[in-house]
T-cell receptor, first 115, second 114 residues
């Protein structure tokens, strides 16, 4: 069964450094998402992406975040200058069409630790 | 804004016992409701979803959930729990007209005793 994959599984970085989290969505899916879960807190929506554009974003997704689909298979989340509070599990998801009844399929997550 | 509450942080049941995980939502219009499960090292897997129609929804792995508008609840049930059901369970709500921006509850960790 096709699945969403994410790399790396765990990323450790120093505060102020840039990180890029990578995701490979399911191949025929057109909508892509990033969520995050700070330890002990809820899973929070960050951004959705369709047709090479941001479709929706939350207030968490500020100027230090960016997303990109650099090629036909990868979907990335970049954090320009990491802060301690960016430490979290980051989940990528994809859906076929992004319609109101479509299912989002999630990857296993990347645990980001900012020191 | 919509919100989801899962009142139980941790639940322990014996294998073979029945299970009910609680979920309450807050949303003004008809919500789109989901239950996801996360096993260690795995992504969030969809168990079931509700958009409209029959308020009792069947999902994978023998799970079902019932939408009760009067109680703003969408509780997840299973008649007989298996050891492999041990995982974390998340309830989520999507805005009507868009299931793209999901709001999740804080999750319920399920432990299954042999």
């Amino acid at each position: 069964e096709p699945e969403v994959t994410q790399t790396p599984s765990h990323q450790v970085t120093q505060m102020g450094q840039e990180v890029i989290l990578r995701c490979v969505p399911i191949s025929n899916h057109l909508y892509f998402y990033w969520y995050r879960q700070i330890l002990g807190q809820k899973v929070e929506f960050l951004v959705s992406f369709y047709n090479n554009e941001i479709s929706e974003k939350s207030e968490i997704f500020d100027d230090q975040f960016s997303v990109e689909r650099p090629d036909g298979s990868n979907f990335t989340l970049k954090i320009r200058s990491t802060k301690l509070e960016d430490s979290a599990m980051y989940f990528c998801a994809s859906s076929i069409t992004g319609t109101s009844t479509d299912t989002q399929y999630f990857g296993p997550g990347t645990r980001l630790t900012v020191l | 804004a919509q919100s989801v509450t899962q009142p139980d942080i941790h639940i322990t049941v014996s294998e073979g016992a029945s299970l009910e995980l609680r979920c309450n939502y807050s949303y003004g219009a008809t919500p789109y409701l989901f239950w996801y499960v996360q096993s260690p090292g795995q992504g969030l897997q969809l168990l079931l979803k509700y958009f409209s129609g029959d308020t009792l929804v069947q999902g994978i792995k023998g799970f079902e959930a019932e939408f009760k508008r009067s109680q703003s609840s969408f509780n997840l049930r299973k008649p007989s729990v298996h050891w492999s059901d041990a995982a974390e369970y998340f309830c989520a709500v999507g805005r009507s007209g868009s299931a793209r921006q999901l709001t999740f509850g804080s999750g319920t960790q399920l432990t299954v005793l042999p």
